[in-house]
């Protein structure tokens, strides 16, 4: 699966909304620019999980035309499933991901040397400490929610290399979905949770050693013209702004 909303591609005669870059859809505000982008996300929206689904060769040199599909998909729903036969390296997945502009990894707490982490059960050892690496389930997160601003996760991969023998299902959600249901409801939401203290994840301390510092930020902002989601429901080593 790729994933992320640094792709501009035209879905069929579904057009985006042409708006000056000032005119965002993502001020906060019931405006025009917002009401235009709410009308063409919402009847953008894929409405199956097979129109997700881009057959891909080779992953290492993926076609111009699989590589726009997956850009025009992650426009509108902001991922896509790819799927590819034969065996798959470590390397193979790097190199699909640099075809999409994927180039600066992010080196996570226990993440692989390479930057590319393989998700198991680990029985033993510093990854057993944490969820990602056992049978239990996960809550909805961003991944990366925890990093600074300036090393925030833009986008990413997930292949599955081994089919759960039970269980392993995963439920995708897309943000610009979850920011519209706000917006419905209450455009004060969203104020609340574009404060840049909104959502705080303390301190990582292991055996009395510094691994990772406190990190303030906001649940959502805008990079470059884009709307970017930083969130978890976790209940514990969770700090959310107290005010109304």
Known sequence: MVTGADFTAAVGSTKEPALRRLDSPF???PDQAYEAW???KLSSV???TDSLIVEVG???QPRTSEKAKIRALCRRANFAIYATKGPVEKTDI???GAAFGL???DMTHCADDDAVTELKVEADGQRAAYIPYSNRPLSWHTDGYYNAAS???RGFILHCLRAAAAGGDSLVLDPELAYIRLMDENPGYIGAMTEPDAMTIPENVESGRLVRRAVSGPVFSVVGGDLHMRYSARKRNISWKDGP
């Open 27 to 29: 001020s906060g505000k």
């Open 38 to 40: 709410r009308e063409w």
């Open 46 to 48: 894929p409405r199956d």
């Open 58 to 60: 080779d992953l290492c």
């Open 94 to 96: 790097v190199r699909f």
């Open 103 to 105: 180039e600066r990894l």
């Open 151 to 153: 090393e925030q996760v």
